[in-house]
């Protein structure tokens, strides 16, 4: 199995904004009254649109699907935590802990995919909201290293380790499952945003693990699989520095995209390590990141899907 594509599904957001839901576990998001909910729709849509635009000027296949107005979801820019896809075509839709993330799902968008790409198995794990309340939010919740059929996980109130288990059944997959905290030591609540896995390297912060057996762990895992290890500071994945995606172009060329935030803390070392590996493409989307309290990587929903 490969570990990049070169197809991924965004969602134009109808009604970017702040969600008071997602906030009660997210510390990445802020909330300040410099731009009112009007403004902040137009600039999420103008970051969105610029974002897309630099990704297809690389090569790169953006299906861009258009939010819908009603009913309103502040969240509907970061699509990868409700739905997945995968290279045997498998399609599974996750369970999610705010209530107004749930009508993100939407069988139209799954529709409008299945005319491009074949979709052979479709599993729905959405029930558990009801009957067990707990969440497994997509690649926000699980990192893949698909080749070496790895996920990587940080439990968190949005992370539940019985439905990983359920995940590996279903994938034939193994994972490996940490605890990871902020600076004020609170479950961090999306392992996408403290690591990121590339062809042949990882990106992750390691300060954020407590326990020294997980480190270690996690640590031979990454040299097995012959990932090499640059490692972030709090500082630098407060920057997003842990949300990126390395996707593929045009002529095979690898892109690792990252936002302006993140990549301006990173160190020149940092830079020029993982740029012996694949090529730095930075997008700026200060308002999305900000208020959203997500970064690019949780914006595209990379599709796996074999192509009709």
């Excluded at 902040?40 to 699907?65: H, P, T, W, Y």
């Amino acid at each position: 199995m490969k570990q990049l594509t070169n197809h991924i599904m965004m969602i134009r957001p109808a009604n970017f904004g702040f969600n008071d839901q997602t906030a009660l576990n997210n510390s990445f998001q802020s909330k300040d009254n410099d731009v009112d909910s009007h403004s902040l729709k137009e600039l999420a849509r103008q970051e969105f649109d610029q974002m897309v635009s630099i990704l297809r000027s690389k090569g790169v296949n953006v299906m861009v699907i258009e939010d819908t107005e009603n009913p309103v979801k502040p969240d509907a820019v970061f699509p990868n935590n409700w739905i997945s896809f995968h290279e045997n075509g498998t399609l599974i839709t996750y369970p999610m802990f705010a209530p107004n993330r749930r009508i993100e799902r939407r069988e139209d968008i799954i529709e409008q995919l299945s005319k491009k790409f074949i979709v052979k198995n479709r599993y729905s794990f959405e029930f558990y909201e009801d009957e067990g309340k707990i969440y497994l939010e997509g690649t926000g919740s699980m990192i893949f290293d698909r080749p070496n059929g790895i996920v990587y996980a940080c439990l968190s109130q949005r992370t539940d380790a019985t439905l990983i288990d359920k995940f590996n059944v279903l994938m034939g997959t193994q994972s490996y499952v940490f605890t990871s905290v902020d600076r004020h030591e609170q479950d961090i609540y999306h392992t996408n945003v403290m690591m990121a896995l590339g062809e042949d390297f990882v990106v992750i912060c390691m300060e954020s693990i407590p326990d020294g057996e997980s480190r270690k762990h996690l640590l031979q895992l990454f040299e097995r699989t012959e990932k090499e290890v640059i490692l972030i500071t709090y500082d630098q994945m407060e920057s997003f520095a842990g949300n990126m995606l390395e996707v593929k172009g045009s002529g095979d060329n690898r892109y690792l995209v990252m936002s302006q935030t993140a990549f301006s803390s990173l160190t020149d070392e940092q830079k020029e390590r993982l740029s012996n590996h694949t090529n730095l493409l930075p997008v700026p989307i200060e308002n999305i990141e900000k208020y959203g309290g997500g970064s690019v990587r949780c914006m595209m929903a990379e599709v796996f899907l074999p192509v009709i």
